[in-house]
């Protein structure tokens, strides 16, 4: 997999409601507050943990897929969990008001911390970047999981590490990129109409990529 493939894979995961979701809530608190010093502290501590967290959790994903392999049982693992997870964020969609779905779709996060933002900005944007970093595992981690199996399969774990590095640097881009342009209110609003808006089209865009990657590897893990 090419430096330029994995930069371009970071970029299409990089939108979800989860990330940009809380991201915009937070911004609409701290604006509010009418602090602009605290704004530039969540933003450093809350896309810095983001990035960490999804990062560590690749690379340990593909530490454990180069000792096991993913080839013959867990290449049709990987894949067949790939389609999966893609058709199961497709159903709440097909099915709105199934519960089960939305659920495994949904972000859980503690509101509360919401109400600490001004005593301490630095803490609270790390703990919701963090949070966040694990939550966009089961949100939209599909793509990751596909780019970390064939990684696993095509490159040496070095050369996969510095894949990852430069999957998450397009990861994150985009949300540095919504981080300032909705510093400014106006903007603001318009960028959590637009994400409510795009949302679906989103989710079913990243959900068909899953599906599409999990029979790639599938394809792939037949040829050893």
Known sequence: MSYITS?????TDSYNPCSIGVLLVSLTIL??????????IFGIS??????ATYFIIGIGALKAFHLFGVHGFFGYVSGVILIVVGLIHMFPHLF???????????????????????????????ILGFLIGLCTIPCAGGIYLGVISLLALKTTYAQGVLNLFIFNIG??????????????????????????????????????????????????????
């Open 96 to 126: 709105p008001n199934n519960s089960i779905t939305r659920w495994m779709r949904s972000c859980h996060l503690p509101s509360s911390l919401n109400d600490h933002m001004d005593k301490g900005v630095f803490i609270v944007g790390a």
């Open 31 to 40: 604006l509010g507050l009418k602090k602009p010093k605290m704004i530039g």
């Open 171 to 224: 990861f994150i881009l985009p949300l540095i990129v919504v981080f300032f342009l909705a510093t400014r209110k106006p903007v603001l609003e318009k960028l959590k109409q637009w994400n409510a808006k795009l949302a679906r089209y989103g989710i079913i865009v990243t959900s068909g990529i899953m599906i599409i990657m999990g029979l790639v590897i599938l394809w792939i893990t037949r040829g050893f």
């Open 46 to 51: 809350y896309l810095s943990a983001i990035f």
């Open 7 to 11: 930069f371009l894979a970071g970029i």
